[in-house]
């Protein structure tokens, strides 16, 4: 899976819990989840439940703490895979 | 000085007609909303029927925000938001954009037995199979009994009181009379009331344990629920919503709002769990003392009740029942005022039973009509040795009605009447 195909997986994944009145045109990779994209800060949870399943890999607690852009979370799913070759 | 209280605002979402419009016609033409579950057979329960509000062709996204539906494995609270929601625009009410202040004047009190039992179902699973990190963000919400409230006081804006009562079958109606207190002491403007209850066989399992439920109707479900009949033989299980808006007479009058009828007062109390009354049944005493408190509340005499909804179960307790409302109004044979169940149309929608026969009564009393009874043409002896035949309406008929009262009566020995007038100006 290249770059680009990960950003696109965890944008739809990122695209579900955005607020009806947020356009999934909002989501860059910069993106602040909460602040920017107004996603409910106990939606992360969700997402990274989504994430693990969707990469096949296992996110802790400390990893959520640093997850604040999209970015941030293409990072850790980076991280984690990489652990895992 | 103390505020008038009128409802204004009514939805439904019940076992025999989802929406004002569909129920209204199936408690008209008496329409029953109880069938057979394959998977209650499955299961293997005695009584394998229920009633369940059939929300199929609904869409959601009508009632839900898109991340709200994501895993939304909640029935009660499905039910509870629609007939919520549905209250509210009947009202004439717009429901509030995401940004701007609270309503401070509006408040929500939206009762329930216990929620999100599927939800819950699957959290456990989850949690025993030491998998509690991926619960997911929407166990709590789903799951905690004033999810409801917390829904619909979230959709509405609500900056008043917003809270879920239980106590069981008397919830509903016990919500109303919360509401109108409220409004009544000038503490809120307008109130969002009613209850709910989850469908299943979760929130069913109990009751069949108990051996309440009838046994022998599994092929003729719609004939099952009996009430005030000498073949009663339990009460079938149902689940739904009903929610009412309530609101002062001013803001009504000043909104040109439509006005369904008038809440003169009521009386919730319990009985102690003695002189017969016990965690299941009734304390005859209290139950009287519970009607009359209520018709001294509204001040009326009760030659001045026209009909009554009974909580009528359709268990043996039915005639117990009827000897309660004869012996605290002091009325029987003819004098006595109408009498009907809605629990013959839908069974006993436990927590939201109250509520949703509430939209009934608050239905009759607009269309001066009354809903005929369901499945008693055989009533039971005693019943005749206190109240006319005459009295208990097989059909639906029109008829002139001021005042109704309407009662529930739950587990935990509580209960909760309610006088409605029509409003007149």
């Known amino acids: ?22 356009s999934v045109d909002a989501i860059a990779a910069e993106s602040n989840f909460t602040t920017e994209l107004n996603i409910n800060s106990a939606n992360l949870v969700d997402i990274v439940l989504d994430v693990e399943d969707a990469f096949d890999i296992r996110l802790e607690n400390e990893d959520m703490d640093g997850m604040q852009t999209v970015q941030d979370a293409l990072t850790i799913i980076n991280t984690k895979i990489a652990e895992k070759a | ?32 909303g109880i069938s057979f579950h394959e998977q ?49 625009r009947d009202a004439g009410l717009h429901t509030p954009d995401t940004d701007g202040d609270p309503d401070w004047d509006t408040g929500v009190i939206f009762g329930t037995g216990i929620l999100g039992v599927d939800k819950f179902r699957d959290a456990i699973y989850k949690v025993d199979a030491g998998d509690v990190r991926r619960l997911g963000s929407t166990a709590v919400i ?16 609500a900056g008043n009181l917003v809270t879920t009562n239980s106590s069981a079958c ?17 503490q809120a403007v307008r109130m969002l009331v009613g209850s709910c209850s989850d469908s299943g066989p979760y929130v069913w399992g109990g009751f069949d344990a108990m051996r309440i ?18 073949s009663a033989s339990g009460f079938v299980p149902g689940s739904g919503a009903g929610a009412l808006v309530l ?12 006005i369904y009828g008038e809440i003169l007062g009521g009386n919730s109390n319990s009985g102690g769990q003695r002189s017969g009354g016990s965690m299941t049944a009734p304390n005859s005493m209290a139950v009287q003392r519970c009607i009359r408190a209520a018709m001294a509340n509204a001040n009326i005499l009760p030659e001045a009740i026209d009909t009554i909804n009974g909580h009528l179960t359709a268990t043996t307790k039915d005639p117990a ?31 939201a039973a109250g509520s949703i026969e509430c939209v009934a009564v608050l239905l009759q009393l607009k269309n001066q009509r009354l809903y005929g009874n369901l499945n008693c043409n055989d009533i039971h002896p005693d019943i005749l040795n206190t109240i006319a035949e005459t009295r208990i309406p097989k059909k639906t008929m029109d008829y002139p009605i001021k005042i109704s009262a309407k009662a529930s009566f739950g587990f935990g020995d509580v209960n909760a009447c309610i006088i409605f007038s029509r409003y007149t100006s």
């Not at chain 2, 439920?213 to 000498?230: H, I």
Request: glycine residues 12%; proline residues 4%; neutral net charge.
């Open chain 2, 170 to 186: 008397t919830t509903g109606t016990e919500a109303i009379l919360m509401g109108y207190e409220r409004i009544r002491s000038g």
């Open chain 2, 142 to 157: 789903q799951t905690m009994a004033s999810g409801i409230s917390a829904f619909l006081g979230g959709i509405l804006a």
């Open chain 2, 40 to 88: 209650l057979k499955k299961l293997i329960f005695s009584c394998q029927i229920a009633g369940k509000p059939n929300i199929e062709d609904v869409d959601l996204n009508n009632y839900f925000t898109k991340v709200q539906l994501k895993g939304l494995d909640a029935s009660g609270l499905v039910y509870g938001v629609m007939a919520g929601k549905d209250a509210w």
């Open chain 2, 213 to 230: 439920l009838p046994r022998n109707y599994n092929d003729d479900p719609t004939s099952a629920s009996r009430p005030m009949s000498a």
């Open chain 2, 247 to 258: 609101e002062s007479l001013e803001s009504a009058l000043a909104r040109g709002a439509t």
């Open chain 2, 1 to 32: 000085m103390k505020n008038r209280v009128v409802v204004t605002g009514l939805g439904v979402c019940a076992p025999n007609g989802v929406g004002l419009s569909g129920f209204e016609t199936a408690m008209t033409k008496g329409i029953s």
């Open chain 2, 321 to 351: 029942e009827i000897q309660n409302w004869s012996q605290a109004l002091g009325l029987k044979g003819e004098d006595f005022p109408m009498i009907n169940s809605f629990k013959g149309h839908f069974g006993h929608c436990l927590a």
């Open chain 1, 1 to 22: 899976m290249n770059e680009k195909e990960k950003y696109q997986k965890l944008k739809t994944i990122v695209e579900t819990y955005l607020p009806d009145d947020v």
